[in-house]
């Protein structure tokens, strides 16, 4: 096993290991003392010497996990002879009940954190993947990541003739029969979204006959293109939010 040096997550470590690393910034670092940044042969010894460590911790933890499994094995078939011998069957049926159930939680416990991880990857693939590359297809350069959040929120995932599949959700928020692309053209239907979109008259592309030169309606309100641009993406969410349309 090789400890990275820096992780964006520490999704699917163990808690021993997830012990070695300090959250710095958006990023978790590995804890490393009397390295100098940019030592890469005291940085390896000390990753080495903290795996050693770990791997050390490890050991007897198990070791001490099979020594109490052990004793409570050895605890319950003498409840269980004891019972026998007395004729006791509920003291039976309540040891059985119990070896059940322990055994339910131990496979779940095993189960759960995969499961978890595998539907974070699956909603990544069907969900976030195919909000952003949608968000890239219609919105302009630089303002995806305003499209992305609203088209996230119509995505989900189900599954359909033995296959998980991305599934459009529609104003009640239940799954529909749409498309992505009919969630494209409902997008680009949205005058909300129009300073946003690529090629759409609020976004300067273009002019109906009704618009004035400028590229919206006498008494819109608007803003240029480079003020526009020069926003974050929280004041572009802002202005967008206000109804005003964009002009070159």
Same mark, same amino acid.
């Given at each position: 096993m090789s400890l990275k040096y820096k992780l964006d997550s520490l999704d699917g470590l163990d808690d021993a290991t997830k012990a070695l690393y300090e959250k710095k910034g958006d990023k978790y670092v590995l804890?490393?003392?009397?390295?100098?940044?940019? &030592?890469?042969?005291?940085?390896?010894?000390?990753?080495?010497?903290?795996?050693?460590?770990?791997?050390?911790?490890?050991?007897?933890?198990?070791?001490?996990?099979?020594?109490?499994?052990?004793?409570?094995?050895?605890?319950?078939?003498?409840?269980e002879?004891?019972?026998?011998?007395?004729?006791?069957?509920?003291?039976?049926?309540?040891?059985? &009940?119990?070896?059940?159930?322990?055994?339910?939680?131990?496979?779940?416990?095993?189960?759960?954190?995969?499961?978890?991880?595998?539907?974070?990857?699956?909603?990544?693939?069907?969900?976030?993947?195919v909000a952003k590359d949608m968000a890239t297809r219609i919105g302009l350069k630089g303002s995806e990541s305003l499209l992305i959040p609203h088209i996230t929120s119509r995505l989900d995932v189900e599954e359909r003739d033995g296959e998980l599949v991305t599934v459009i959700k529609g104003a009640d928020g239940k799954a529909s029969a749409m498309s992505i692309t009919d969630l494209e053209t409902e997008f680009k239907g949205n005058t909300a979204f129009a300073p946003v979109l690529a090629g759409s008259q609020g976004s300067g592309g273009g002019a109906g006959g009704n618009q004035s030169k400028g590229g919206g309606?006498?008494?819109?309100?608007?803003?240029?293109?480079?003020?526009?641009?020069?926003?974050?993406?929280?004041?572009?969410?802002?202005?967008?939010?206000?109804?005003?349309?964009?002009?070159d």
């Open positions: 804890k490393v003392e009397g390295v100098e940044e940019g &030592d890469v042969v005291g940085l390896k010894n000390k990753v080495e010497t903290l795996l050693g460590e770990t791997s050390e911790l490890k050991k007897k933890i198990k070791e001490k996990e099979d020594a109490e499994a052990t004793a409570r094995e050895e605890e319950r078939k003498a409840k002879e004891a019972a026998a011998k007395k004729g006791d069957i509920e003291g039976l049926r309540k040891s059985a &009940d119990e070896r059940v159930a322990n055994k339910e939680k131990e496979v779940r416990g095993e189960l759960e954190p995969k499961l978890q991880k595998q539907d974070k990857t699956i909603r990544r693939l069907l969900v976030d993947n309606a006498a008494g819109a309100k608007q803003i240029k293109r480079s003020e526009f641009d020069a926003l974050d993406p929280a004041g572009k969410a802002a202005k967008m939010k206000e109804g005003f349309t964009v002009t």
